[in-house]
């Protein structure tokens, strides 16, 4: 009753101040099928509303020639509008679900009251953009041109209904009744499928996007992305002595939960960031973080076509080449054992030798390291499945006869804190009680040295911590590598702790910058600590960061061309964040390095590729005439096989 006399009032209004005309068609838009000239062919009539997908709104009579044009309801059914109302659900995950449908209903049967057409009102559309553009660009779809503002809606001012006006109404009753104790951040625990991760992926940093976006690495051997999300206060950017850290999952494609964690983690720092959550903003205003969800999306097509029930120990396992990627990078381990004995050898930054780049690198490897090498990473976690426990490296054993032996790093102590930063904040992990999957780690609180465990070569783990500054330690996540969806639940709550504690633990130990007299960083200065033989080196701007446990230490720094200074630090244990420590080096003259007398070698760690055998996995799919090719999105179906005219005007950059 209070809708029809609101009806009511609008008409009279816009009575006294007679309607603009609808503006002809645009050049080209009836080709689009964006509007229609004939619609002013033909005298406006009010009709009973019969649109299955638009009979819930809140009026029962509706105007043909409509908004847009479409002269009859046969018309308007048969069109691309009405066509993507109907699967816009499916097509953003539920998004903007029933907003953009209702919305969307308004233009294509508006409102009628004798025989005058009442807009929908601009201020509703405006609101609907800012909230819902982010979905359609996580799908890389235009916003539908019949949702066009400026065109198609009205002011208050001219006359105008809400079309959301009963589904708010509907949504703050109900938010009246929830408790205060009910979870303030909602995430649906399902498996995703590759196209639903890139599409949440987009979404999720669209909606955040001033803590948030996402980018490409490179390709997967079947040309599946390799889709990293990002969160930072500043993102995109790398922040003098902002700690990087990243977080990588299903590089084993039949290993599943650590890609479902990942997801529901990106999920969760974005919604509580924009919720208030203090912790969460601390993390994100301080901290460069970096998820890449899926290092193997084509084994995981292989292990999710199988199921959870189906699949099998090894099923996508590997890659599409049948390469399994923690055996694809780089043997360095063995390049270090071979040299440690020596008293000048430097075991950071160790090169990859000419030899790797003439074996087999898959794409989704070489991205990878691509990746680590671009950015100064501080630390990482690999999350897996098969076993409950972290592992450390190194993972290959010191005695290449031996498969289980003890083998640790100079950082034995720092790395080993770091998982067991991981462990003790599992629910479980640590837990003398918990039942484990075969081997028994309960002794040492659910953590071990990977070749005590087992030994394997070309482990990503060993190459993080040879080949640049980076800590990374893997996550076993549990004994099945492929739960079933109601297990996901769980598994986030007992994870969700252990992940929010191992991304805090970067702020320890020590940070800074090393310049020179005149304020310029020192891009390569080694940053070294006395009694742990690995140092560290300054990213392009000459910042650093050593994580070290508390205790008494002391710090050199150096680079070539450049003064040795030397300063004693102190760390407490009740540090809670990192110290604040910076040098300023003084030019000197060039004296040779003596590792260019001792280690003459052409492996230089600058040479990546040297001979270009794997550029190709980075370059652009090109087409005739030197354009890059454009590929149809994915939800071009929906439309291409519906028999009717395909609106291009989805296609972006059309």
């Known amino acids: 009753m209070l809708l029809h006399l609101g009806l009511l009032v609008l008409f009279l209004s816009l009575e006294k101040s007679r309607c603009v005309p609808q503006q002809p068609c645009q050049p080209g838009d009836e080709l689009l099928g964006r509007c229609s000239n004939n619609a002013f062919e033909e005298t406006p009539t009010c009709t009973e509303l019969n649109l299955g997908y638009c009979n819930d709104l809140d009026y029962s009579r509706t105007i043909f020639p409509n908004i847009v044009g479409h002269r009859s309801r046969e018309e308007a059914e048969s069109g691309a509008e009405y066509l993507l109302l109907s699967v816009i659900h499916g097509l953003l995950n539920g998004e903007c679900s029933p907003e953009i449908r209702l919305v969307g209903c308004s233009v294509l049967a508006p409102p009628c009251l004798n025989d005058r057409t009442i807009k929908p009102c601009r201020s509703s559309c405006e609101a609907l953009r800012k909230d819902c553009g982010h979905a359609f660009e996580a799908i890389e779809m235009a916003w539908p041109y019949f949702l066009d503002c400026d065109r198609f809606f009205a002011s208050k001012q001219e006359g105008c209904f809400d079309p959301l006006a009963a589904l708010k109404a509907r949504q703050e009753l109900a938010l009246s009744s929830l408790s205060p104790e009910e979870p303030s951040t909602i995430i649906q625990f399902t498996y995703s499928t590759n196209a639903q991760m890139y599409s949440l992926l987009k979404r999720t940093a669209a909606k955040c996007s001033h803590i948030s976006h996402t980018y490409s690495i490179g390709q997967s051997t079947e040309g599946r992305g390799l889709l990293v999300i990002e969160f930072s206060g500043n993102p995109g950017q790398h922040e ?7 977080l990588v999952g299903n590089m084993h494609g039949n290993e599943v939960l650590g890609r479902q964690l990942l997801l529901y983690l990106a999920q969760y720092l974005c919604s509580e960031y924009m919720l208030g959550n203090q912790r969460i903003q601390t993390i994100i205003n301080t901290t460069r973080i970096h998820i890449l969800a899926s290092m193997n999306p084509d084994g995981y097509e292989l292990a999710a076509s199988e199921g959870h029930l189906l699949n099998g120990w090894t099923n996508g396992r590997t890659n599409a080449q049948n390469i399994d990627l923690n055996r694809n990078f780089p043997d360095l381990t063995s390049v270090f054992y071979r040299n440690r004995r020596s008293r000048y050898y430097r075991i950071d930054h160790v090169p990859i030798p000419d030899a790797y780049w003439f074996g087999k690198v898959a794409p989704e490897t070489y991205a990878v390291m691509k990746w680590i090498r671009s950015l100064p990473f501080v630390q990482s976690a690999s999350l897996h499945g098969g076993e409950l426990v972290v592992s450390y490296p190194f993972d290959y054993s010191r005695h290449p006869q031996e498969g289980r032996m003890f083998s640790p790093t100079p950082d034995e102590q720092v790395i ?98 090393v310049r020179d007299v005149d304020g310029n960083g020192i891009k390569g200065a080694t940053v070294s600590v006395k009694g742990i033989r690995k140092d560290v080196t300054t990213a392009e701007d000459g910042d650093y960061w050593r994580l070290l446990n508390p205790g008494t230490h002391i710090l050199t720094a150096t680079a070539k061309g450049y003064s040795r200074v030397s300063k004693r630090v102190h760390l ?20 040779p390095d003596i590792d260019d007398h001792l280690f003459p070698t052409v492996d230089t760690w600058d040479r990546f590729d040297p001979y270009n055998k794997f550029e190709r996995y980075s370059e652009p799919d090109i087409g005739g005439g030197g354009v890059e090719r454009q590929e149809k999105p994915w939800w071009w179906n929906y439309f291409s096989q519906s028999g009717i005219s395909p609106p291009t005007w989805l296609l972006q950059n059309v």
């Not at 039942?435 to 659910?446: D, L, Q, T, V, W």
């Not at 964040?577 to 080096?585: C, M, P, Q, S, T």
Request: hydrophobic letters at 35%; proline letters at 4%.
């Open 416 to 513: 080993k804190h770091l998982a067991r930063t991981y462990a003790d904040a599992h629910a479980t992990m640590s837990d003398n009680d918990t039942e484990r999957c075969g081997a028994s780690f309960s002794r040492n609180g659910g953590i071990t040295n990977g070749a005590q465990w087992y030994s394997f070569a070309g482990g990503m783990s060993d190459f993080n911590y040879l080949h640049t500054n980076c800590l990374e330690i893997t996550v076993e996540l549990g004994c099945d590598k492929f739960p079933s969806e109601v297990e996901l639940y769980p598994e986030w709550k007992r994870n969700k702790e252990a992940l929010l504690s191992f991304m805090e633990s970067v702020h320890r130990g020590l940070k800074g910058v």
């Open 572 to 591: 407490p244990h009740r540090l809670t964040r990192a110290g604040r420590v910076d040098f300023v080096l003084r030019k000197v003259p060039v004296e």
């Open 240 to 246: 003098l002595v902002e700690p990087e850290i990243k």
